[in-house]
Structures are given as structure tokens and as C-alpha cells.
């Protein structure tokens, strides 16, 4: 019966650069996932943007977006050197764009809150927001511009931390977890439905959306998470007229809100255009519809009108692990031995480093840092519930 001091459950950038933190701490640790790498971050866009993320209501959030990114150059080039295998991270700011002049107005408020939490954005006209980024619709009326929000590529991160993993002497099992297992009122590990029983002095859930129906938690400790439905597209970035020279045709993160809908677009140094993305509740459904497709490119046709000119390379959709509230569980769960990173939302890629480091913190000392005691699991626990 193979034993770890830690398994975790889930293999996605989260349970992965988890597991890696953990094992860098002296800890043995084993992953249960069928197919490490290849989670949620397949389909996201890897927007490193908690400034242009931020919604009213979300400041302690906010306050672990700015550090997770604040520690991102430094987890990048680690992992780099530990594996010899580029992140795609790039330093490249975001422009967020007002198309019209109710977006000017809305755009213009947004600004002032971000401005009275002291963050750093700058203030454009439209024609300087066009002199950054000439492709941008003539019409443009504004846009803020911050040059802290910057990208990586979710598809090669999660590359990378498997190898890291690896490397750090993390076991990767095969397979999925069939139910956690408990023993004596404590989470004692999983039986995997290959039939493997994997016991581990503590379980860590990292499995995104699927977190939550994990057989065997008791139902007054289930974690309440539901998925979010997002269609994202691919495109190849050529110059407009074809193969002739000429500048980017985007340098940094473009995103707007086109019709109460928010859309973004993100520039790969590798000519990779990732267009998204759909809000869709619609349970675990990942179908691509002509319907989800059709509205990201009328929507961004309008920001960038040369964009239906550029060839599409792939169209995806994935499954977002949606929270009450939108924010992330992490930490230990009402059950013992039974710990959450999971429930990240639109901000799973932005928030891999600090997940990794507050849960090896918490699983070698017992202590959750302070950036992640307002996100604990049992912060949902109802009164009649263990806690």
C-alpha cells in the first residue's frame, strides 16, 4: 500500500506546483491524476492580471492576486532553470479599453476605485491607447493601461511543473480517485479507481471543479464548487495583408467589456492569439458551440477589426471551479488530515505561486500565511456544521 506524507488529489497547475513546493520542503509527496499537465490551463489564456481582474467586492482577493504576481519573474525562471523548459512568461503590461462612451464612463469609475486602493494604472485617450496598439478599433475612447499585468502560457507551465515534479522526486500516479478514505474521523488518503489504496498522512484536493463530488468527504464538509463553462479560441497572428513585414499585431493583453460582456486577447511571443473567453453555467459540459465561437469573434471584431483576418488555429473549452463567492479554498477543510487548493476560478494560473507556497507552508508547520487565512474552506461552513 504505497504511503506518502502528502497526496494530492488533482494534477492540474495548481496540485502540480503544490506538489513541487511540498517536496522542496523535505516532504514525500504523490500526485493522483490521470494525465498531470493537462487541467484547466489547456484552455486558459494565463492573463496575470489582478489589477484589470479586479472587481468591487474582491479586495482581499486582490491583495493575493498582486502577490501571487509579484512572485511570478522569480517562479518562472526556477522552474526554467530546474527543467530547462520555457514558461512562455512575459513582461507586457495590459491595456484595458473603453469602446464607446458608456465604456468611457464605466472604464473612468472603474479607474478611480483602482486609483483609491493605490494601485498603479495610468489614464489614456483613445488615440494614445491606439498609439500603443495601432490595430485597436478607430473608435476608441479611453483605456487604462497597467503595466504590472503581465502573461504566461498555462500549456507550458503545466509542462514544466511536471517536470519539475519529477525532478523533485514526486510521484505521479495514473489514475483518478475514486473516493477519499477516512479512518477514524481523519482523511487517511484515496483508493484510485484503478483499485491502488494511496494513503498519505495528509490529502490535499487540487482536482478544480470535480473537487467537490469527491466520494467519500462527508456531505457537511463537501467543498461548494460548481463549474463555469469558458470557449476560448486560438488564432495564428500574421500582419494583416499577409506575409509582409510589419509591427505586432498586438504587444500586450487587450481586454474590453463589448456589450456587458468581457473579452481579452492575448499575445503569444510565438505568434499564438488566445481570444476569450464565454461565462457559461451550464454544468460539465466542454462542447464547443458555433454560438460561443461566432459571439468572441463579433465581440472582438469590434476592439480589433483585423482580427477576422487572421487565420483560427483551435477552438477549446474548459471548466472553471466556481466558489460561492468566487474566491479560492485553501487550507484545511472541517475534516482532518482533508486540505483544499482549489476553487480559483478565472484566476488559477495568476494564483499557482501563491497556492504552492502558502499549502507546503501549511502542510509542513500546521500554519496558513497571511495572504490565504481569509480564503478557508470553512469560511463556508454552515452553523450546525463541524468546523
Known amino acids: 500500500m504505497p504511503h506518502s506524507d502528502v497526496l494530492v488529489i488533482g494534477g492540474g497547475v495548481i496540485g502540480l506546483a503544490t506538489a513541487w513546493r511540498t517536496a522542496q520542503r523535505g516532504l514525500s509527496v504523490t500526485v493522483l491524476d490521470p494525465d498531470p499537465g493537462r487541467g484547466a490551463n489547456q484552455v486558459a489564456a494565463g492573463m496575470l492580471a489582478p489589477v484589470t481582474e479586479l472587481q468591487y467586492g474582491e479586495e482581499p482577493l486582490l491583495a493575493l492576486g498582486i502577490a501571487s504576481n509579484a512572485r511570478y519573474a522569480d517562479f518562472a525562471a526556477e522552474l526554467t532553470e530546474a527543467t530547462g523548459l520555457d514558461t512562455g512568461y512575459r513582461a507586457c503590461g495590459t491595456l484595458a ?55 504566461v502560457d ?96 498586438l504587444s500586450r493583453n487587450v481586454r474590453a467589456v463589448v456589450r456587458g460582456v468581457h473579452i481579452y486577447l492575448v499575445p503569444r511571443a510565438d505568434g499564438e492569439l488566445v481570444l476569450g473567453a464565454t461565462t457559461e453555467e451550464e454544468g460539465f459540459d466542454t462542447t464547443v458551440t458555433a454560438g460561443g465561437v461566432y459571439e468572441l469573434l463579433r465581440d472582438a471584431h469590434e476592439l480589433v477589426p483585423g482580427i477576422t483576418e487572421l487565420p483560427l488555429a483551435e477552438t477549446s473549452a474548459g471548466l472553471r471551479p466556481g466558489t460561492p463567492d468566487n474566491a479560492p479554498l485553501l487550507g484545511p477543510t472541517a475534516l482532518p488530515g482533508l486540505v483544499a487548493a482549489t476553487g480559483h476560478h478565472r484566476n488559477g494560473v495568476l494564483l499557482t505561486p501563491v497556492t504552492a507556497d502558502a499549502l507546503a507552508e501549511y502542510l509542513t508547520t500546521g500554519q496558513l500565511p497571511p495572504e490565504a487565512r481569509p480564503f478557508t474552506p470553512t469560511r463556508f461552513a454552515s452553523p450546525e456544521s463541524p468546523a
Do not use: I, N, Y
Request: net charge positive; charged share 25%; glycine share 14%.
Open 154 to 249: 498555462g500549456r507550458r507551465l503545466g509542462a514544466a511543473l511536471v517536470a519539475a515534479c519529477v525532478k523533485a522526486g514526486v510521484t505521479l500516479h495514473p489514475s483518478r480517485a475514486a473516493r477519499v478514505t477516512t479512518e477514524g474521523g481523519r482523511a487517511t488518503g484515496a483508493l484510485a479507481v484503478d483499485g491502488t489504496k494511496l494513503t498519505a498522512d495528509q490529502t490535499a484536493v487540487a482536482a478544480g471543479c470535480w473537487s467537490g463530488g469527491l466520494e467519500g468527504v462527508p456531505a457537511a464538509v463537501r467543498l461548494p464548487l460548481r463549474p463555469v463553462k469558458g470557449q476560448v479560441l486560438r488564432l495564428r497572428m500574421t500582419t494583416v495583408r499577409g506575409d509582409f513585414p510589419g509591427p505586432p499585431f
Open 97 to 151: 479599453v473603453a469602446l464607446d462612451a458608456d465604456d468611457r464612463a464605466e472604464l473612468h469609475e472603474v479607474h478611480g476605485f483602482q486609483q483609491r486602493l493605490g494601485l498603479d494604472v495610468e489614464w489614456l485617450s483613445g488615440r494614445e491607447a491606439r498609439r500603443l496598439e495601432p490595430m485597436l478599433a478607430p473608435g476608441v475612447r479611453g483605456a487604462t493601461l497597467v503595466r504590472g499585468d503581465h502573461q
